[in-house]
C-alpha cells in the first residue's frame, strides 16, 4: 500500500479536523520511529495514519473495518498492529511496529492536548511539563494513562525520552500541526 492510497482512506472515512489531526501526528511520529529502529518507514506511517481511520464512519466496529480492509489488501502486519493499539483489546503484541503503535497513540495525544493549552504551543515543551500534566487526572482526562505506560512498557523505552522524540518530531511539523 502506498501513502497515497492510506490518504483516500482515511479521507474517505475521517472528516473532522480533530482526528485528521491526530491521524497526521501519530503518522509523524511513527515515520520517525521507524526510521530510528531501521523500519520500512512507509509502513510505519501507513500505520499511524490508519490506526483510527475508521473511528469516525464506523465508531462501534472501530478498529474492526479497517483491520479488515487492510486485511483484503494483504497488509497484515499494518492490520494487527492497528488490531493491538488498545490493550484492552486482548490482542498480542507480536512486532516493534505493535508496540511502537500503542506507546505513540495516546502519548502523542496528550502532548497535542498539552501544546494547546500553552501560548507558546511546543515550543519549549520539557517532559518534566508533560509528565506534570500526566499527573493531573482531570487534564486530557480521556487519554488512559494505563495505555500509555502499557505502551511504554512493552516498546521498553524511558518515559522522558520517549516524550522528547515525540516533541521533537512534533516540533519539527509544528506548522502544520497548528501547534508552533
Known amino acids: 500500500m502506498t501513502k497515497t492510497e492510506a490518504r483516500e482512506i482515511l479521507a474517505n472515512w475521517t472528516k473532522t479536523d480533530s482526528l485528521l489531526r491526530h491521524a497526521r501526528s501519530v503518522e509523524l511520529v511513527m515515520e520517525a520511529?521507524?526510521?530510528?529502529?531501521?523500519?520500512?518507514?512507509?509502513?510505519?506511517?501507513?500505520?499511524g495514519m490508519l490506526h483510527d481511520a475508521d473511528y469516525e464512519a464506523f465508531p462501534e466496529e472501530h478498529p474492526n473495518k479497517i483491520v479488515a480492509l487492510l486485511k483484503d489488501k494483504g497488509e497484515d502486519k499494518i492490520a494487527h498492529a492497528i488490531s493491538a493499539h488498545y490493550t484492552k483489546w486482548g490482542v498480542s503484541y507480536d512486532t516493534l511496529l505493535d508496540k511502537a503503535l500503542l506507546a505513540s497513540d495516546e502519548l502523542t495525544g496528550f502532548i497535542i492536548a498539552c501544546c494547546q493549552v500553552?501560548?507558546?504551543?511546543?515550543?519549549?515543551?520539557?517532559?518534566?511539563?508533560?509528565?506534570?500534566?500526566?499527573?493531573?487526572?482531570?487534564?486530557?482526562?480521556?487519554?488512559?494513562?494505563?495505555?500509555?505506560?502499557?505502551?511504554?512498557?512493552?516498546?521498553?523505552?524511558?518515559?522522558?525520552?520517549?516524550?522528547?522524540?515525540?516533541?521533537?518530531?512534533?516540533?519539527?511539523?509544528?506548522e502544520e500541526l497548528g501547534i508552533g
Do not use: C, M
Open 33 to 47: 520511529y521507524g526510521k530510528h529502529f531501521g523500519e520500512d518507514v512507509d509502513e510505519w506511517a501507513i500505520t
Open 118 to 174: 500553552r501560548p507558546e504551543g511546543v515550543n519549549g515543551l520539557t517532559p518534566k511539563s508533560v509528565k506534570k500534566k500526566l499527573k493531573q487526572k482531570s487534564f486530557a482526562a480521556k487519554v488512559e494513562r494505563d495505555e500509555i505506560e502499557a505502551g511504554i512498557n512493552l516498546l521498553e523505552v524511558e518515559l522522558d525520552d520517549h516524550i522528547r522524540f515525540i516533541i521533537n518530531v512534533l516540533e519539527d511539523n509544528k
